[in-house]
């Protein structure tokens, strides 16, 4: 078993990692160039003083860019900006479709070891109201298992490693739940690893305790808003905006901040109609992909050539990390123009189970030894 912990600098200068670093990620469209660089080890110093005050001036606005931007990925709101529109049209040319570009992606695959990472909610699930019965169809679960045994693959969720499990219920593959700060191996080895053990990785288990102390406080300050979930993802606290009254969406991020208040070292970041708060150690689905790809033995291969398919802005992270090792590439599931370190495009759920299923179909046929597709 490995057991690895990643070290956390000085609490007094961790929230300004926090906060700072999500102020610059509150716009719609953020890009990687916007983000501050990293100081060594992983954090950003800037003084207390100053990341106080500037809570102070900017607080209510970032508020707002939190909500205008989860507003913006409600499809209901896409379907009626009609810029989004003009712009799907050149959006599309860069990002093109994975499975209108399938024969290229093999090409570009040749001699390598394909991996493949998977987020969960809005890729192997459609995106429900209620989280907790954000079920995969029951083709798509033959289909990951399918390619689970052609390729080595991985679910990387925002959901805590259990949950995920608990939908996608296939023992064969990797878990990164909790955005990567719990990542668990197949139970009964791989493959594609050596040895016996299985894989066990959770960065930050000393947050446990405050996690938990905050999602207590969470489901109590939120009780008084309709249809607000608090989820328990055991390194990070999920608050679901989905059910909840636009109109409210302010007030209860603004209640949401309230709480963080107290947590230095938490941060708080933005998904789709979700805050979530987690420690403020640097590590996100990138580094997970890049853990799981060093655990596999191909920490410095030329011969990998990872693909990672995902539909949240946590998962710029990871496709960020493909572009800049210059390997592999990600594919965003959306279907409107996002601003994206992916290289390729899958409008839904179901077009990307047709397109694991090509991946699968081809690798069959390669392994007959028949003519590529
Ligand atoms: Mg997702």
């Given amino acids: 078993m490995t057991n690895q912990n990643v070290v956390v600098s000085d609490p007094k200068s961790t929230i300004n990692l926090a906060i700072t670093v999500h102020v610059s990620d509150s716009s719609i469209f953020p890009t990687a160039a916007q983000k501050p660089p990293a100081a060594p080890g992983g954090y950003i110093s800037i003084s207390r003083k100053k990341l106080l005050k500037n809570l102070e001036i900017n607080g209510g606005a970032r508020i707002n ?6 507003r913006a990925s409600s499809p209901t709101h896409l379907k009626s900006t009609p810029s989004i529109t003009d712009d799907q049209g050149s959006w599309i040319l860069h990002h093109p479709s994975a499975l209108d570009m399938f024969e290229q992606i093999i090409e570009a695959s040749k001699g390598k070891q394909i991996v493949m990472f998977l987020d969960y909610d809005g890729t192997l699930s459609p995106i429900v109201d209620d989280p907790d019965r954000a079920f995969m169809s029951k083709k798509m679960r033959a289909t990951v298992r399918k390619l689970a045994k052609c390729f080595p ?7 805590c490693r259990d949950k995920v499990y608990n939908f996608v219920r296939l023992a064969e593959l990797y878990y990164a739940g909790s955005h990567g700060m719990d990542i ?10 050596k040895g016996s053990e299985a894989l066990i990785f959770q960065p930050a288990s000393e947050f446990l305790p405050m996690i938990d102390e905050v999602y207590k406080e969470l489901i109590e300050k939120t009780k008084s808003t309709p249809g607000a979930k608090v989820e328990n993802n055991k ?8 059910c909840v009254d636009e109109k409210k969406w302010s007030e209860l991020a603004q209640v949401v901040r309230s709480v963080l208040k107290d947590y230095p070292k938490l941060r708080l970041t933005q998904g789709r109609k979700v805050l979530e708060i987690r420690p403020t150690i640097k590590w996100d689905k990138g580094k997970a992909l890049e853990f799981l790809l060093e655990s596999l033995g191909f ?7 990872p693909v990672y398919i995902g539909d949240d802005r946590t998962d710029e992270d990871a496709f960020k990390v493909l572009r800049e090792r210059g390997q592999g590439f990600g594919i965003l599931v959306s279907k409107f123009p996002k601003d994206t370190n992916a290289s390729y495009s899958l409008q839904e759920p179901t077009q990307v189970m047709d397109f694991l299923q090509r991946l699968v179909e081809w690798k069959q046929v390669s392994l007959r030894g028949q003519p590529r597709l």
């Fill in 299 to 305: 920490a410095n291969c030329t011969d990998v050539f």
């Fill in 153 to 159: 693959t991985a679910i990387v969720s925002g959901r």
């Fill in 235 to 242: 390194f990070c606290v999920s608050v679901h905006f989905r």
């Fill in 184 to 193: 668990k191996g197949p139970a009964k080895g791989s493959k594609y690893k």
């Fill in 65 to 70: 860019a939190w909500v205008d931007s989860m």
